[in-house]
């Protein structure tokens, strides 16, 4: 997936993966004992700013901020 990302005013485009979001549950339908949280964790493929990659020159942090912005987006079914 690919978007935007406005970071210290910079347009930064993103590309990206996000793995499936499944929450918790406090007991299956069953009656058995639910599961926890498990997904939404954001892989970052590269960073982009004027067309020009940029992810290797971005601190760790940086990296770190842009992907918990990703993790807490609601990207719906289709990633939107």
Known sequence: ???VHYYN????EV??????YYPATMYD????PGSPA???EAD???IYLGGQEI??????KVIED?????????????GE
């Open 66 to 78: 842009i992907r918990t912005w990703l993790e807490e987006q609601d990207w719906g079914e289709d």
């Open 55 to 60: 992810t290797r020159l971005l601190s760790e």
């Open 15 to 20: 590309e990206f993966d996000i793995s499936p």
């Open 1 to 3: 997936m690919q978007t």
């Open 38 to 40: 498990e997904g939404g």
């Open 9 to 12: 005013d910079l347009p930064l």
């Open 44 to 46: 970052i493929s590269a």
């Open 29 to 32: 339908r069953n009656g058995d």
